[in-house]
């Protein structure tokens, strides 16, 4: 401002805006402005500058002054990690507040919104992790706490610095679009096609029946429709196929094979030996979890001592190895802090997937505890209890199965001939006891190879193999069945069986009846694979693994799955007797034509797991 003296006002001076072009300017670097007034005048002229009111002065620059740039993550389980780059002159020194919050889901027509029933999360309150972005530049992280819904979520930003308007509560207001995705539709629904595929192996039976001359009675043909749609509820038990990975809370996790911070990489096996378990903290990069996982880790640590190797695990599409540095820093060589590769192809196999959890693994490689995103000491302690015990499994799962795959096979069930008392006096219970004991051995059958895999020193994703080559097989004794009633496996079973009993006992009850009860064990074993694939791997094999009492508790618990499977058979063989007559007289008429149905129902099912196992190792990058 320039004034006249003696003369109250000011002279106005201004000059044309010089632009200055593109002006980059480092922490420490100077702006100078110089002003150079030409006097012509005989009095004498006052310049002031920085005042105030009518003697107010400065220089205005006008330009592209900061820059703030947010990038927003969702994680698996639909929790948003929000990271702020603060590109401004001062960096975080001219940053006086900010405050965000997400709100959703926003219809695609609308830009924002601003119902109050559709704020999600708020952001500010804690403190952030500083983190390095991918261009070397200083940011900070927060990590919500809230899972998102799925759809479009906006993010709202609302920035105030420390040099502007002192009233204005933003300075700067932002919206950030992002969507939570939903999960990748299945291929195809084993609920609709497997009933539909079902329906018309049924159908093709019959009408293949008559096309080569073999007449089925109309009953036997109702009776067919009628077991037909029992296999609906089966359907409904089989997994869809395609869509995304599918990972099971008991799952068995890969064989990893880490980077770590400092040098050298770690494997599964290496941390597992010794140890009755693993304990696995999985976080995404600068999450605040990750600190709470160590604090837990520690006291955990301490308290369980040696029988729990512990590690982190930092995971996500952008992780690099500088994110590990503050984790190294805090853990301080208490454990290996390991980099997943940036597919975060390790986190994807887990039933926690990319995001922040903590999982326990027991000697069989399996899942024995998961929770998002951390777990306290207790917790802890806990799990390795369930780990040295059996897991998740349980020892009357194949009783939940009864209504499902167990209906499909009443019709195998039912009796073909009336009870008569045997001539020469049997111990008490002998044909209940027969029936268990032929469910039973059909059970540790099918499962023998997989529960073997457990204590072969192999890498744990051969195992996948080895389930494929098991479904093969269940194709190919589904094919053999529809073809001939039966497998030559069960007959051969039935006939070791029949081979230890007492000959008044083989006079009384046929080994025909053997053969079925085999067979109807035989099916029932491989449904229950198919639904609990982990059930003596993990409730046997991790038992046996952690030594010491598990050396003598894990054959014990064999034998009570063994027995309950059993049992499961012998119910489902009384359930099928309950007709009385009716029942005996299709079991009579029927029993070959049954056989041979299920096994024309069950090719399009053995076939349905066959292609889904195949999809998910190739997915999983072993194929």
């Known amino acids: 401002m320039i004034t006249r003296a ?7 001076f201004s000059t044309t805006p010089t632009d200055a072009g593109f002006v980059s300017a480092k922490p420490g670097d100077t702006m100078r402005l110089r002003l150079l007034i030409n006097n012509e005048c005989a009095a004498t002229i006052s310049v002031e500058w920085g005042g105030s009111e009518s003697r107010s002065g400065g220089v205005i ?15 698996d389980l639909g ?3 929000i990271e702020f780059t603060p590109i401004m002159p001062w960096g975080y020194d001219d940053l006086e507040n900010l405050e965000f919050t997400i709100w959703g889901p926003v219809p695609e027509t609308d830009k924002s919104i601003f119902d109050t029933m559709f ?3 708020q952001f500010g309150s804690d403190a952030p992790i500083n983190r390095t972005d991918s261009n070397g530049r200083e940011a900070m992280v927060w990590t919500g706490k809230l899972q998102l819904p799925e759809g479009d979520m906006v993010l709202k930003v609302c920035l105030k610095t420390a040099d502007s308007h002192i009233d204005l509560k933003c300075h700067a207001r932002g919206l950030i679009r992002f969507e939570v995705a939903d999960e990748t539709e299945p291929l195809a629904s084993a609920g609709l096609w497997l009933s539909v595929s079902c329906m018309g192996a049924f159908l093709i039976f019959v009408l293949n029946a008559f096309r080569t001359g073999v007449l089925i009675p109309p009953p036997l043909i109702g009776a067919l429709l009628v077991m037909a749609l029992l296999f609906i509820p089966l359907a409904s038990d089989m997994p869809d196929m395609g869509g995304d990975v599918r990972v099971s809370e008991d799952a068995r996790i890969p064989d990893f094979i880490l980077h770590q911070y400092g040098n050298g990489s770690i494997s599964l096996d290496d941390l597992m030996k010794g140890k009755k378990a693993v304990a696995i903290g999985v976080s995404i990069p600068a999450s605040n979890n990750a600190y709470d996982q160590i604090k837990e880790f520690r006291d955990a640590q301490e ?8 590690v982190q695990i930092v995971t996500g599409d952008d992780v690099r190895m500088d994110d590990l540095i503050p984790l190294f820093e805090q853990v301080n060589g208490s454990w290996p802090i390991l980099i997943d590769d940036s597919s975060s192809r390790f986190a994807k196999q887990l039933p926690t997937g990319v995001s922040d959890a903590v999982l326990i693994i027991d000697p069989a490689g399996h899942v024995a505890f998961s929770q998002h995103p951390t777990a306290s000491t207790e917790e802890i302690k806990n799990a390795l209890e369930t780990a040295s015990s059996g897991g998740k499994q349980s020892i009357v799962s194949s009783f939940a199965l009864l209504l499902g795959p167990g209906l499909a096979l009443l019709f195998l069930a039912l ?5 008569v008392p045997p001539e020469e006096p049997l111990p008490p219970g002998a044909l ?3 029936i268990a004991l032929s469910g039973g051995i059909s059970f540790l059958f099918v499962n023998l190879l997989p529960l073997s895999m457990v204590f072969i020193p192999v890498d744990m994703d051969l195992r996948n193999y080895v389930d494929i080559g098991l479904f093969i097989w269940f194709t190919t004794i589904a094919i053999r069945a529809a073809m001939s009633g039966s497998v030559i496996e069960t007959r051969l079973i039935a006939k070791l069986l029949y081979s230890f009993y007492p000959e008044n006992f083989k006079q009384w009850r046929d080994i025909e009846d053997g053969e079925r009860d085999v067979l109807i064990g035989f099916y029932f074993a491989w449904f229950t694979y198919f639904a609990f694939p982990s059930m003596l791997a993990q409730g046997v094999g991790a038992i046996i693994l952690s030594g010491g009492m598990g050396w003598l508790l894990g054959p014990f618990m064999l034998l009570i799955y063994v027995l309950m499977f059993g049992l499961s058979i012998l119910v489902i063989r009384f359930v099928a007797s309950w007709g009385g007559p009716i029942s005996r007289a299709f079991g009579r008429s029927g029993s070959d034509v049954f056989a041979k149905a299920m096994g024309w129902a069950l090719v399009p099912v053995a076939l349905w797991m066959m292609i889904d196992k195949f999809l998910e190792v190739s997915q999983s990058g072993l194929l």
């Open 6 to 12: 003696g003369e109250p006002g000011a002279e106005n």
């Open 61 to 75: 620059i006008d330009g592209m002054l900061y820059e703030p740039q947010f990038q927003v993550r969702v994680d």
């Open 79 to 81: 929790i948003a990690q």
């Open 119 to 121: 704020l999600v999360e």
């Open 303 to 310: 308290l369980l001592g040696d029988d729990v190797a512990f």
């Open 415 to 419: 009796p073909r001939d009336e009870w």
């Open 432 to 434: 209940w006891g027969s």
